[in-house]
Structure formats: structure tokens, C-alpha cells
């Protein structure tokens, strides 16, 4: 059959996404979902909106870009919405990157990126993080057309401050620096009060996280109007109504459940720093997460063999065989019960 493929389908490395279990009864810690149920008025605006499936939706999804913008105090034409951030990098990499010099990105973060880099024909270099897995600004000093950072980064979980993204948006304006924000919300400092005074940042962000919609696939990016305009251009080119009606009033009504979301990543953070200090009182390593995932190893045991024992014993989580993390797991927090579970269990392999 794959005489029929064009060139670059020979050429392209897949993304693989973590496991999704076909069987029931397993904890699954391995791919960040939220472990808690949606906002209610999210659900009862997904109800609400049954009676309309025979319609197309809005293609420009209005009132979520009108409520995004509202949240974040950006106008709304600064506010582009996706089926899924993914979707949204995947225009993000098609229509503002394509460039004669190089992009660049962490050599340990989100592996789709090289894959857009492969689909798109994109050049890019590699930054390798520090010994302390960790982005050093003086290391994206170098000649580039863009910079692509997810902030806290994955799957390590580190963040940089927004001082310092401000620093890379300063200091080249003809460089586009672009903010995956994917994990934001759960205790790092978010890129979007810099882009009302820099036209070279788009930060974006995904519901699927924080506010628990990882099913409805719905994400966003901020920016000033050129760089909206060209995500627009091409999106109204491949598919103009990328959102289901049910994707649009669910979101809209999560966006302004301020009292959920504050009170579901509350409890996400404190479980967080628990499951920090019991993986530390069993000799791991824990890297400095401001994410809803830990990154971590122990000096006795490997990655893989650690990650197979938890799941014969029915515990999902992450394990990447790559140079220089492939000891490392990658453990969505969960419920306490969840963790504690996790923590029982890593008790017996360690």
C-alpha cells in the first residue's frame, strides 16, 4: 500500500500518545489527565446544547473567544481557539515558523514537536537542557527565526519565570517566541500579561488539564492580531468549524467557573506536594514540578522496570526511553487514594 503515499509519509516519525487501557480497574497516572470531574456548569451547558447538533456550529466559536478574553483581559480578536492546543501548534508550526533560520526548542520536552518539525518541513536545533534538566536563557542566544518553550516544561515539570520569558521576547523583536502553556495552572507564571506590549509572543493553553475537559479537545492561543490573523488564515483553509457545538458551550461555561477551577487545581497542587514527599521518603529523586505531574527516579532501580512492575500491579504511569530521562517516570497526580496507592506500591519495587 505504500506506493500510493506522497513523499513525506515515508519520512514521518508518528507521535506516540500514552496509553489509553482497553481494561478497566487500573490506575491510570499516565498521561495527565484531571482527576477530578468537570465544572457542573460545564456539564449542564454540554446538556443544554444536545438540541442544536443539527446545526453547524459558530466556525469562529464566538462566545468562548468572548469569554476567554474577558478571563484573561486580552480583546477578542487577540483570542484563537483549536481543537486542542495540538491543533493549535499544528498551525502554529504551518503558518509562523517556516522559516529560513532555525527553530529552536528543548531537547527534552513535548515530543511532538520534532513531529510537526517533520510534517511541516521545518529546520530546527535542539537546545539541550542543563544537568538539572532545566532551560538556560544564554543558550537561545544563537541565530534562529523562533523559539518554542512549553512552560512548565514536559514531561520535566520545570518552569522559568516569566521574567524570564520577557527576556527572550526582548531581546531579538524579529524573533517569535512561542509559550506552550499546557500545565500553567498549576503553580508557574503564565506568559499573557506580556502580549499586550510584545507583538513577537503567542501563548497558548489547552482545557484538557486544568479544567478537565481533556475529552472535549479545546485549546487557545493569545496573541496580538497579525500572529491571530495567520492561525486564522490557515485554519479557515483545512476545516472552518474545528470545535462541535458541545466543545464550544461546554468550554465557554468552564472558562468562567472560577470557583471550580480554583478549587480543583488547589487540590491538585497540595496533592502534588504530598506525592513529592512520599516518592522523596522512598529514595527518589523528584524534579521541582509546577505541573500536574512529577518527574522522577531512583538511583537503585530503572525506568522501565519500575514503570512494567507498577503496571503488573495496576498503575499506569509514563516512562520514555530516550537518552538522558530514560530512568525517569513521568506520574500524573491523581487522587490522594490514587497516589497513596502508587506510593504502596513503589514501596515493594524499591
Known sequence: MSRFWSPVVHTLSPYVPGEQPKQGG?????????????????????????????LYPDPGATALREAIATRYGVAPDQVFCGNGSDEIL???????????????????????????????G???????????????????????????????NAPTGVALPRAAIEELVAERLDRLVVVDEAYVDFGAESALPLVPRHDNLLVIQT?????????????????????????E????????????????????AAIADDAWFEETRRRIMASRERLVRD?????????????????????????AELAAGLRERGVLVRHFSKPRIEDFLRITVGTDEECSRLIALARDLV
Open 26 to 54: 487500573l490506575v491510570k497516572l499516565n498521561t495527565n489527565e484531571n482527576p477530578y470531574p468537570p465544572s457542573p456548569r460545564a456539564l449542564a451547558a454540554i446538556a443544554a446544547s444536545f438540541d442544536r447538533l443539527r
Open 207 to 231: 482545557l484538557s488539564k486544568s479544567r478537565a475537559l481533556a475529552g472535549l479537545r479545546v485549546g487557545f492561543a493569545i496573541g496580538q492580531r497579525p500572529l491571530i490573523d495567520a492561525l
Open 233 to 252: 488564515r490557515v485554519k479557515d483553509s483545512f476545516n472552518s468549524y474545528p470545535l462541535d457545538g458541545l466543545a464550544i458551550a461546554g468550554a465557554t
Open 122 to 152: 521545518i529546520k530546527y536545533e535542539q537546545v539541550p537542557l542543563d544537568a538539572a534538566m532545566r532551560v538556560q536563557l544564554a543558550d537561545y542566544r544563537r541565530p534562529s527565526s523562533a523559539i518554542l518553550l512549553a512552560n512548565p
Open 279 to 303: 516518592l522523596s521518603a522512598l529514595g527518589f529523586e523528584v524534579l521541582p514540578s509546577a505541573a500536574n505531574f512529577v518527574f522522577a527516579r531512583h538511583p537503585r532501580r530503572r525506568g
Open 90 to 120: 499544528a498551525h502554529t508550526f504551518q503558518a509562523l515558523l517556516q522559516h529560513d533560520a532555525p527553530l529552536l526548542y528543548p531537547d527534552i520536552t513535548y515530543s511532538f514537536y520534532p513531529v510537526y518539525c517533520g510534517l511541516y
